[in-house]
């Protein structure tokens, strides 16, 4: 993670025409350039089938820009300089000399080529070769690839296998975005550079770790994708498990790429697996039934466009009891929960610390929550520890009560702005540096270890459980970590 200003790249969105591109990815770049984080000699090619002119693709960005951007953030001055490093080249991502006209717009002997594939992963075998077909290929040429890789392990390999016929390793940067969000590299800094954590960042000290990802939203319009793909494939082998490895990880002994990827890859392969032995006690699925958000109704899963009132047994919610075989979190469960339709959007990691062995206030005051350390990365990102005070005051006794010690980015500077993820990870692969991005190994381990819990759903014919829209998860979800006498963080 380096502040230095990277060598001047060509950067080439292939998908320039997507939603993602349209939504996220310009947007970022040119917060980026707002923030003067782009090299000035930098280029941003879009890439795309449409029939665009270069004025009609500048066009395209600025309107983009005018509809995602917030209010206030489009500046005239930043859009002259961002504009100019626009280039557009229409390109069919399977016609081999269509490359050779990208070809042109690229100057490798001044530039780094950074290509951004934002397309589904069937044409990345294409771009490589064609790459390599236009001579677009030399030892600096990286290239960043959208989630997802695969949907089991086999397809991982085959994508991965494909793509590295053509890049090494250290030239091949996967996004998760959820790496890229600022919480997430603060959690790095609050455990590796704070002894008061690291010290007690352990089994002696923590009882559980809960790690929830909610989203209010249902499909969006996209039945046929999702109900071939579930929660566990879309959620939990990329988003959750990434996180569960940044909380679990010991510290690297570097803050390089590979130390750090290598920590994480220890987690994953420690991972205890669920199979058919364990899975009805440690995973619960759910599908949601109709429902209300905010007071508005909802249809459920099977009623939603392209659903067509089927029998569907595609999952939109788990919770999972995760163990880490080793001597840092023995016996200390990770529970994981992630759905569609639930009461609220919300992103936390909360980390649950035991009680003192011996209790000396009044017994009525024993149930007070106990210290908990509450990572929130969104909607409003923020760290929250929970602590247990004396009330203030003169009272009779004793008398505890809970106070919060509250690490709220927004509240030190009021015109802090949250970067998006993808601005951090566009900057990153510019940079040149790995280590918010996946390397294949991690890939790998972690769909290891979903398969053999997917594979155990499938062999003991599984159902999934139904819940209301607006609800956190079927009832088996609370009776999941009630079993062991612990209860989902509400605040
Ligand atoms: P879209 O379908 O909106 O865009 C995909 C782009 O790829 C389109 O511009 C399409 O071109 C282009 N494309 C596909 N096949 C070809 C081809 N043979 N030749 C040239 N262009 C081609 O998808 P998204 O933008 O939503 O997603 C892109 C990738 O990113 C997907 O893999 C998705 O899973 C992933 N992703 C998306 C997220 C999002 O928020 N949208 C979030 C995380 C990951 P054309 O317009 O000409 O059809």
């Known amino acids: 993670m380096s502040h230095q200003m990277h060598k001047a790249c060509d950067f080439v969105l292939f998908g320039a025409k997507g939603d993602l591109a349209m939504r996220k ?25 449409a029939d665009w002119s270069q004025e009609e693709f500048v066009a395209q960005v600025e309107a983009t820009l005018n509809r995602f951007l917030k209010e206030g953030e489009f500046d005239a001055e930043v859009w002259n300089r961002f504009s100019a490093r626009l280039d557009y080249v229409k390109v069919d991502m399977t016609a081999p000399d269509d490359f050779k006209k990208l070809g042109q717009a690229i100057d490798q002997s001044q530039r780094v080529m950074v290509n951004y594939l ?35 392990l086999e397809s991982s390999k085959v994508i991965n296998d494909t793509v590295a016929a053509y890049f090494n390793e250290n030239r091949i940067y996967r996004i998760d975005h959820y790496l890229g969000k600022d919480t997430v590299q603060n959690l790095l800094a609050l455990r590796f550079a704070n002894n008061l954590f690291n010290s007690q960042w352990n089994n002696h000290a923590i009882d559980h770790v809960q790690i929830t990802v909610a989203e209010t939203v249902g499909l969006e319009g996209r039945y ?25 990880m010991n510290p690297p002994s570097k803050l390089d790429a590979d130390s750090v990827r290598d920590e994480k890859v220890r987690v994953l392969k420690a991972l205890h697996p669920i199979d058919s032995t364990n899975v009805h006690k440690r995973a619960v699925r759910g599908q949601y039934a109709a429902g209300s958000i905010d007071g508005k109704a909802v249809v459920g899963y099977s009623e939603e466009d392209g659903g067509g009132q089927s029998q569907s047994n595609t999952e939109t919610f788990v919770s999972l009891r995760v163990n880490v075989d080793n001597w840092r979190w023995a ?27 011996h209790y000396i206030f009044d017994k009525k005051q024993q149930d007070m929550v106990s210290n908990r350390l509450v990572i929130r990365l969104q909607p409003d990102e923020g760290i929250r520890l929970h602590v247990v005070m004396k009330q203030l005051g003169m009272t009779e006794g004793l008398n505890l009560q809970n106070r919060a010690l509250n690490l709220d980015f927004t509240s030190d500077d009021p015109n802090h702005r949250t970067p998006d993820a ?31 819990l997917i594979d155990a759903w499938d062999e003991t014919g599984d159902e999934v459980k139904h ?13 999941l970590i009630e079993r062991d006498g612990r209860s989902w963080h509400e605040e």
């Open 422 to 452: 993808y601005e951090r990870l566009l900057l990153e692969s510019m940079v040149g540096d790995q280590s918010l991005f996946v390397r294949r190994d991690e890939i790998e381990a972690s769909w290891t270890w979903c398969d053999q």
């Open 118 to 152: 934002a397309t589904p992963p069937s044409v990345f075998g294409d771009i490589c070769k064609n790459l390599s077909y236009a001579e677009l290929i030399n030892d600096e040429t990286r290239i960043v690839l959208e989630k997802p890789i695969g949907h089991d």
């Open 25 to 49: 990815l310009f947007p970022a770049l040119y917060q980026l350039d707002a923030a003067h984080l782009l090299n000035p000699d930098s280029k941003v090619i879009g890439v795309a089938r």
């Open 467 to 479: 819940y209301n829209a607006g609800t956190w998860g079927p009832i088996g979800s609370i009776a």
């Open 331 to 357: 016996g200390v469960p990770f529970y994981l929960r992630t759905g569609k339709r639930m009461p609220e959007k919300t992103t936390e990691i909360v980390v649950v610390y035991k009680n003192n062995p």
């Open 224 to 248: 046929s994708y999702y109900d071939k793909v579930g929660q566990m494939r879309d959620m939990v082998q990329n988003h959750l498990l990434q996180l569960l490895c940044m909380v679990a």
